[in-house]
């Protein structure tokens, strides 16, 4: 959702000479021993700013997560092939009707003001995220929304959380930082200040506590040295290697990368993909790749107006544009072209039998417009029904990205070879927001990343619209089948529902996807132990370093 | 922004003050019509401010909540009340003048903090960052334009000048990150590491502030250098440095004083694109949030802080210019 790479094209190419060239210097010290070394900072660089958005209880934003994971525990941990293990949670039950979840809470766990983390800790919580004074902007979806009922301390060490209806997406969400958990003092204490956070309002039972905030700049975090209840999914247990961790903010893609080769940095967060050639050139950075879970980078099409409400003409776009072209130009093989509605590493969701269902197709796109009755051209050559263009409109927030133009290029020299005119339409956050929420575009586009197949219920069903299901699909047996894979707790029958909604969604063409995001991480080689959680987000409990003071 | 804050400057040269004679209170009857056209421009500034934010399209809310966040229509409504957006607009508009008389600027409605508090915390980053820029757009612009004698080293010092002017600061702070950050370690990105992380963002906002300020003394000088009392000056026995000091840098550097509240424009600007590309905090980048999610308590507190900062600039150089061009002193 970022929008702040107009100038990306000058960017890469000066980015890419700046690191040929320095990768002639060398960095540091020498590389990261097998053994974990304690003690030292690791500084990490990340491409947006979460301060004021420290609430993870009220905020949706991607970056605050990724710094809190830090500091705020989850009940469980999903591992990076989707099962869900045990964290403050030993374990758990889910009844048999799907409406109940017990977890049994790990004991002698503590918040780092000394707060103990109990059944009663837990209650504080889910109840903060539920309430409509919190404001929540995403946690309390993750709840379940209005399927949430309540939670009971059943006893110091035993929590039961209760919905109304059943909701099998909640362990995932259960996982996520957004449902970390606050110590019940501050919830207590100083709830209007959890935006703003800081050290002493920010406070989890995490492996690393906030030490300071400098807004815009960079955030300290020092370790917990009393922390002993890591995930399970984690390589070692106590508490972490290293001192300190500082999160420097640094938007620009070419800085970010420039910093990590220079030895500024340790750990690059989100490199783009342009810049990903230069630094394995480098020799003292590694990068490793994730493809993002969730709802691909995708082209949705309004069915609510316009020319999209023909099927047809909806197939003629979906067959009309040659994605894998563009998207192996644009991202030179960093990001893979996406063939469904669910990027491949969705847990228990994806199916892999749409891949090459849907090729490009020109003729197919063109014999699709005849049937649809575009039949006469205009003096541009365009195709018309009844003396009117057939044409698109693409708003995007402000003037679109770099590889994001280079894509709506492509698609428009596409489409214009079959009679189709694209207008990309740049407008500014006011006017994008009020076309968005008003349904007046034809095109709208966006990812979403999350590791659960729920996702596409945001996305098309009825009740989402308008906004997320930006499509404005509306089609009651949809909406059934995406409930009831929402409330199964069947995973081979949610699997199979979800199947069928990816098949249907390529045959509606009501999504199309375009390319599966990867979060691409560089690592100095003076680290060891980074891991990417199952989102591609850099987990540092675990990691290292060699650099030492 | 910059747009805005041009307009701004407009207003505040056009507001000049009445020449008043006599010499009981002077002084006052020399101020009061410049404090007073002080604080026109000042209340215009934020109304005009307060009337473009409230007709440009868009829900505050829904922007500031963004496209992926999911959240009821009745918290949005919640949210709208608690905001006091859902008032008439005039009303809205008496209660936010009321406010800034008592000089309460409100909440932020992202930040959830006191304006003041966030400004407050953001701006000595800013006034570092426009104080050393500052220094080294002078000395850059006084060594071209002193340095450049003769037809060669003029066309050069001209060329160089051009390309410190057009080149986008962007691109500037890239190619200087690039040499001295990324390659000769000499410098660190930024951040809080002192004077050093310092240097080369001041440097790129200076550059073409430099270019402007040589450009325009360069030829202020050339200017005076044909005067005929230069010539009536060196028969007297200056020296060339004498005679720069006393008369011809003078003369020159009135064009350049008078060019202060387009400096101000462009180090605020500037402060923008130089805070996101190094990781600076500063006035800049809480400007550019603030505008991305239409957080209206911030960006009415820049606009009245920026209208305040033209303010005081001019009557600075309305201040200044006389002390450097006797002539003008007559006309009080």
Redesign the interface.
């Known amino acids: 959702m970022t929008s702040h790479h107009r100038k990306g094209g000058v960017l890469a190419i000066l980015a890419g000479a700046a690191l040929i060239l320095a990768g002639c210097s060398t960095a540091g010290a020498g590389p990261a021993t097998d053994n974990p070394v304690e003690g030292g900072t690791i500084t990490v660089a990340i491409d947006g700013d979460p301060s004021s958005q420290f609430d993870i209880h009220v905020t949706a934003a991607d970056i605050s997560a990724l710094v809190l994971r830090n500091v705020f525990d989850s009940l469980v941990v999903q591992d990076t092939d989707g099962s869900i293990q045990p964290w403050l949670a030993e374990s758990w039950e889910v009844s048999d009707d799907g409406l109940e979840y017990t977890f049994q809470l790990k004991e002698d766990v503590t918040f780092s003001d000394g707060e103990p983390f109990n059944a009663d800790a837990v209650k504080a919580n889910f109840d903060h995220i539920a309430d409509p004074e919190t404001a929540s902007q995403y946690a309390a979806a993750l709840l379940g929304g209005d399927a949430y009922a309540g939670t009971e301390a059943v006893d110091a060490d035993t929590v039961k959380v209760s919905f109304t209806r059943p909701f099998a997406p909640f362990l995932q969400g259960a996982s996520t930082a957004y449902l970390g958990f606050y110590s019940p003092k501050v919830l207590e204490e100083s709830p209007d200040k959890l935006i703003a956070g800081g050290p002493g309002i920010t406070v989890g039972t995490g492996p690393f506590i906030l030490e300071s905030v400098v807004a815009g700049q960079d955030i300290t975090l020092t370790k917990n040295p009393d922390y002993n209840w890591g995930p399970a999914n984690a390589t070692h247990s106590g508490a972490a290697h290293p001192d300190e961790l500082v999160y420097r903010i640094l938007p620009e893609n070419a800085v970010r990368a420039g910093a990590l080769t220079s030895g500024e940095v340790d750990v690059a967060s989100n490199v783009s993909p342009n810049d990903v050639p230069a630094l394995e050139v480098d020799g003292t950075v590694s990068v490793t790749g994730t493809g993002t879970p969730g709802l691909p980078y995708s082209i949705f099409l309004n069915h609510s107006k316009g020319v999209f409400q023909d099927k047809l003409v909806r197939q003629a776009f979906q067959q009309g544009i040659d994605i894998g072209s563009a998207v192996t130009a644009v991202y030179g093989g960093e990001y893979d072209r996406a063939w469904s509605v669910l990027g491949p590493t969705t847990p228990n969701a994806y199916d892999p039998t749409v891949e090459g269902s849907w090729e490009y197709d020109e003729d197919l796109a063109n014999q699709l417009l005849d049937d649809a009755g575009w039949t006469e051209r205009d003096t541009d050559d365009y195709r018309t029904k009844d003396g009117v263009r057939l044409s698109a409109e693409w708003p995007s927030y402000s003037a679109p990205r770099e590889d994001r133009k280079s894509l709506i290029d492509a698609f428009q020299a596409d489409l214009k070879k079959i009679g189709f005119e694209l207008n990309p339409n740049p407008l500014d956050g006011g006017a994008y927001i009020e076309s968005l929420y008003g349904g007046t575009y034809d095109i709208a586009d966006w990812s979403f990343v999350r590791p659960e197949g729920d996702i596409l219920r945001l996305h098309l069903y009825s009740g989402f619209a308008p906004v997320q299901n930006a499509s404005f699909v509306n089609d009651p047996e949809l909406d059934d089948l995406l409930v009831t894979a929402s409330e199964s707790t069947d995973p081979d029958e949610r699997k199979k529902i979800y199947s069928e909604v990816q098949h249907w969604a390529i045959e509606d063409a009501a999504i199309v996807p375009i390319y599966v995001p990867s979060h691409i991480i560089g690592v100095s080689s003076t680290i060891g132990g980074v891991r990417a959680d199952i989102t591609g987000w850099p987990l540092l409990y675990d990691a290292w370093t060699s650099r030492q003071p | 922004m910059a747009a805005a804050v041009r307009r701004l400057d407009k207003q505040a040269t056009l507001t000049q003050p009445v020449v008043l004679r006599g010499r009981v209170g002077a002084a006052f009857a020399l101020y009061l019509p410049r404090l007073v056209g002080a604080f026109i421009v000042v209340w215009g500034a934020s109304s005009l401010a307060f009337l473009v934010l409230h007709i440009?399209?868009?829900?505050p809310v829904?922007?500031m909540?963004?496209?992926?966040?999911?959240?009821?229509e009745?918290?949005r409504q919640?949210?709208r009340e608690e905001l006091g957006l859902t008032q008439p607009v005039l009303l809205q508009y008496v209660g936010y003048l009321g406010k800034l008389v008592t000089g309460e600027f409100g909440m932020?409605y992202?930040?959830?903090?006191p304006v003041i508090d966030v400004i407050g915390?953001?701006i000595m980053p800013t006034l570092q960052l426009a104080g050393l820029s500052i220094v080294f757009a002078v000395v850059l612009a006084l060594g071209i334009s002193l340095a450049a004698r003769g037809r060669v080293a003029r066309a050069v010092a001209s060329l160089v000048e051009l390309i410190a002017i057009s080149s986008?600061t962007?691109?500037t702070g890239?190619?200087l990150?690039?040499?001295f950050?990324?390659?000769l370690?000499w410098f660190?990105?930024?951040?809080?590491q002192g004077l050093n992380a310092l240097v080369l963002p001041a440097l790129t906002l200076a550059l073409p502030i430099a270019g402007i300020l040589s450009q325009v003394l360069r030829h202020g000088l050339e200017g005076t250098e044909t005067q005929p009392f230069v010539d009536s000056s060196r028969a007297r026995g200056l020296s060339f440095s004498q005679l720069l000091a006393r008369h011809t840098l003078r003369h020159a550097a009135l064009p350049a004083v008078t060019l202060a509240a387009y400096i101000v424009g462009s180090l605020l600007g500037g402060a923008v694109i130089i805070?996101?590309?190094?990781?600076?905090?500063?006035i800049g980048?809480?400007t550019l949030?603030a505008?991305?999610?239409?957080d209206i308590p911030i960006v009415m507190a820049i606009v009245i802080f920026a209208a305040l900062v033209f303010v005081v600039v001019n009557l600075i150089v309305d201040a200044v210019a006389p002390l450097l061009d006797p002539r003008l002193r007559g006309a009080r």
């Open positions: 440009v399209p868009g829900d829904d922007i909540l963004g496209v992926q966040s999911q959240v009821s009745g918290v919640n949210i932020s992202r930040l959830q903090k915390e953001q986008p962007f691109w890239l190619l990150l690039t040499v950050s990324f390659q370690h660190p990105i930024s951040g809080g805070e996101q590309l190094f990781g600076r905090p500063g980048r809480v949030e505008i991305n999610n239409r």
